[in-house]
């Protein structure tokens, strides 16, 4: 398994400003992930941060308003800039690690605890 | 039609009842089905995870897929009051997860 941080776990912000969450790995990881967590709404994975290479985005994300970076395998940072009300979330990072045992294909994916943000 | 659908909350029962939760998906790629626990204010922790139809135990927990019905379960035995969370189901085409939107479990003591 993974130990997991993220900073900060909780901010309000103005609209038009501009937050950094931070991701923290005890573990190299490979794969790294950022989603939202939406009120009523699933889990909706924003991009993939692989180190060494762009992040890559879902459907309805842009690296503008969600710029990611991933300078070593153990740490991610996702911004969420120009914010507004609808960006209220709660921002999770998850990190890969490939099961072990006979169902080696299966890559189980851990979370970090979040970032519950709250726009004004 | 969302590729998971997931049986709306929320879900209050007494201690020691047997809780059934359920998803529907549309996906025939996915290939891997996983129920997540996620507490108040902590992230989703992995709870069980299959890949083939049919049944898997793990203690008071029971994850079944039917893949011909595009339908997996979670079955709870003898719920204690600590399993009051919102279940996620999720399920996987390779790393990347699709989920449901929760159902949020209460049990009463």
């Known amino acids: 398994s993974a130990v997991i941080s993220q900073k900060p776990s909780r901010d309000i912000c103005q609209r038009g400003t501009s937050l950094t969450i931070q991701c923290q790995v005890d573990s190299q990881v490979t794969m790294m992930f950022w989603y939202r967590q939406q009120p009523g709404q699933s889990l909706t994975l924003i991009a993939t941060a692989n180190q060494g290479s762009e992040a890559t985005y879902e459907s309805g994300f842009v690296i503008d308003k969600f710029p990611i970076s991933r300078p070593n395998l153990t740490f991610s940072t996702l911004t969420v800039s120009n914010m507004s009300p609808e960006d209220s979330s709660i921002y999770l990072c998850?990190?890969?690690?490939?099961?072990?045992?006979?169902?080696?294909?299966?890559?189980?994916?851990?979370f970090g605890p979040g970032t519950r943000l709250t726009v004004l | 039609q969302k590729e998971v659908e997931q049986d709306p909350g929320p879900l209050s029962v007494p201690e020691g009842a047997i809780v059934s939760l359920n998803c529907t998906y549309s996906?025939?790629?996915?290939?891997?089905f996983m129920w997540y626990r996620q507490y108040s204010r902590k992230g989703p922790e992995l709870l069980m995870y299959t890949y083939s139809s049919g049944n898997k135990e793990d203690g008071r927990f029971t994850a079944q897929v039917d893949k011909s019905s595009k339908y997996i379960s979670l079955f709870i035995r003898d719920s204690q009051p600590s399993d009051s969370a919102t279940y996620l189901c999720?399920?996987?085409?390779?790393?990347?997860?699709?989920f449901g939107k929760g159902i949020t479990l209460s049990v009463r003591p």
């Open positions: 999720a399920m996987s085409v390779l790393s990347k997860l699709t």
């Open positions: 998850s990190v890969v690690f490939r099961g072990i045992g006979k169902q080696s294909l299966y890559n189980e994916q851990f």
């Open positions: 996906n025939s790629a996915f290939q891997y």
